[in-house]
Each structure stands twice: as structure tokens, then as C-alpha cells.
């Protein structure tokens, strides 16, 4: 008989097929790791394409235990750690890709460098909607375009879960923000703090009426394709910056070229797949912390919850784009 702890878990066994509930070794934690008592994952799209077997980019092959973000409590922490006691409310993006255990599971030994100390004006089911949408949203406006007071961001479905925060970020770092969307969105994307725009308006028409014909000084795009294409059209002459969390097509460059714009790309999972990196999701995460709990910062969340052996219901509501937010299993 097996001395080893062991914990519940949903695992993927074959790409293609559903999560399966299993019973596995508890892991433990090493050097530089915290072993975290899981209490919610928020799920991603890009966990059911994984499961689909059609994300190739995030190098997490069957069996696997998916899940990209989470937040619970610390239960041990390994040798070398700093700033985290067992007890202790964490959340971060910490697994799930790149052959790390992912959060649909009881237990998770994570790299303490990517956690960061939970809001206290939310839920830790709440705050596990944060990590990648916000990080993306980060690095985005923040790391690469510098947003700041007196700009005007323009984002690309402003509803959604990286882009609601893109809205909120922006807002929160002074900048004059509008948001497409479709008429139903309106209401959300205008309690976000941003001026809301009919997603079918012609982006010509976008720019006339909203920055009278001279650009948006940034553009976050987060759907790729022809958004993309118009939001290269939406950036200001001289200056304007267009960012992408999608940016993975081909992509006509003139219409940026000859705006004399830019453009920066974002692919959040970089510091988990690469192991580079890995600190500065802790930060953002940090920032995230005191933005809640300034009330400057809130999950758009989806009505319904899930528990861990519903795992699968979970991620069939992420993929039909009917969730109305962000999509929560509760596990603990």
C-alpha cells in the first residue's frame, strides 16, 4: 500500500476526449514552490482548446491536469521561499501549459514567483477570474504602451475577459477609454468606466466621431483577424500604438506603416513555458491585489458555478461563448 498522499483531480487522459475525475499522488513542495490548497480555478478558453487537443502553443500534452489560473491557500512552502506563510490567501496563473500541473485539482506544488497575495475585498472564487486576463491586459497597456493620463484607448470587445480588463486598467491609469461591443454589452462595458461603441460601426466611422479623425493613441485588439487588420486603421499618426493579445495571422503591415504607428504583440504564457519571466507575474499579480482593493478593479463573472466534477459543463459553457463572464469551478 501506497504511503504517498493523494488528492482528487480532473485530468485529461487523451486529447479529444472529456476530463476525467481521478485520484493522484498530492504533490509536494520543492525548491522555490508553495504548495497551494486549491479553493477555485477560473477557466480559459484556452483550457478547451487544450482539451480539444487543438492548442498546440501551450505544450501540455495528455495526461494532463489543466487549469491556468487559481487562487486557495498555502498549505507548505518549500525551501528558499520568501513572503508566503502556510495559511496565507494566494492567486496567480501558475499551471496548466508547458507540462505543469493546471489548478482542476485539490492540490497544486506551484512556483512561488508567479503568486501573489489575494485581494481582500474578494472572494478567493472571485479572485481566481484575474490572473491571465489581467496579466494579458498588463503587459499589453502597461508594459508595452506605456498607457498613461490623457490617452485614448480604444478596446476590442470590451466585455470580454481580457479585454473588461484592459477597460478597467486604462480607466484606472487616467486614460479616456472607449469599448466595442454589442448592444447587449453596453451597460457593462459602460460600468467599467469606458465610453461604449457599436462593434458593427465602420472603424472609419469610429475614429471620426470619437477622436475627430486622428486615431486612438492606443488600440488593444484581443480577437485577431480582421480586428486586427481595422485596428492597425483606428492608431494615431505619429505615435499610435496598436496591441494584440491574438496577433497570430498574416497581417498586411502598410495600413500601421503608414500611420508611422506600432505595434506589439503579447503572449502571456511566455514565463511558464520558458521559465523566464516568472517574477514579473507575481508583480503584475501584486498590482492586480491593490487595484481590487482600491475598487478600481472587478472580475466580470459569469452566473453560474461549478464544482469540480463538473468540470467538463464548465468548460463546454467557456466554449460556447455564452458564460456572460468568466467561467469559476469551485474546488475546495
Known amino acids: ?16 476526449q472529456p476530463l476525467r475525475v481521478a485520484t493522484v499522488e498530492r504533490p509536494v513542495a520543492g525548491p522555490g514552490q508553495v504548495l497551494v490548497r486549491i479553493a477555485a480555478a477560473g477557466l480559459n478558453p484556452l483550457d478547451g482548446k487544450i482539451r480539444a487537443g487543438q492548442g498546440a502553443h501551450a505544450r501540455q500534452p495528455a495526461p494532463a491536469i489543466l487549469g491556468i489560473d487559481m487562487a486557495g491557500h498555502v498549505e507548505s512552502v518549500g525551501p528558499g521561499v520568501e ?6 490567501a494566494v492567486y496567480g496563473m501558475t499551471g496548466g501549459v508547458g507540462g505543469v500541473q493546471g489548478s482542476l485539482a485539490q492540490y497544486a506544488a506551484v512556483d512561488a514567483r508567479l503568486l501573489a497575495h489575494a485581494p481582500d475585498t474578494l472572494s478567493l472564487a472571485e479572485a481566481a477570474a484575474l490572473p491571465l486576463v489581467f496579466i494579458t491586459a498588463w503587459e499589453g497597456l502597461v508594459d508595452r504602451a506605456n498607457v498613461h493620463a490623457g490617452q485614448t484607448v480604444l478596446v476590442i470587445a470590451g466585455a470580454g475577459g ?6 478597467q486598467l486604462a480607466t484606472a491609469r487616467g486614460a479616456r477609454v472607449f469599448a466595442t461591443g454589442s448592444k447587449a454589452q453596453q451597460a457593462i462595458i459602460e460600468s467599467l468606466g469606458a465610453t461604449w461603441v457599436d462593434r458593427d460601426t465602420p472603424i472609419d466611422a469610429v475614429v471620426e466621431t470619437h477622436t475627430a479623425g486622428e486615431g486612438f493613441d492606443i488600440v488593444y485588439d484581443t480577437l485577431g483577424g ?15 500604438h496598436v496591441v494584440s493579445s491574438l496577433g497570430w495571422g498574416t497581417h498586411a503591415l502598410a495600413p500601421l506603416s503608414f500611420r508611422a504607428a506600432t505595434y506589439s504583440g503579447v503572449f502571456t504564457l511566455m514565463p511558464l513555458l520558458t521559465g523566464k519571466g516568472r517574477e514579473h507575474h507575481g508583480e503584475i499579480m501584486a498590482e492586480a491585489s491593490m487595484l481590487v482593493d482600491a475598487g478600481k478593479l472587478r472580475p466580470v463573472l459569469s452566473e453560474q458555478r461549478f464544482v469540480l466534477a463538473d468540470g467538463n459543463a464548465a468548460l463546454d459553457l467557456v466554449e460556447s461563448g455564452r458564460a456572460g463572464g468568466k467561467v469559476l469551478v469551485v474546488v475546495a
Open 1 to 16: 500500500m501506497s504511503t504517498h498522499a493523494t488528492m482528487t483531480a480532473l485530468r485529461l487522459e487523451v486529447a479529444g
Open 226 to 240: 480582421a480586428t486586427l487588420d481595422a485596428a492597425f486603421v483606428a492608431a494615431r499618426r505619429y505615435g499610435g
Open 83 to 88: 513572503g508566503f506563510e502556510p495559511g496565507d
Open 162 to 167: 481580457v479585454g473588461s480588463m484592459a477597460v
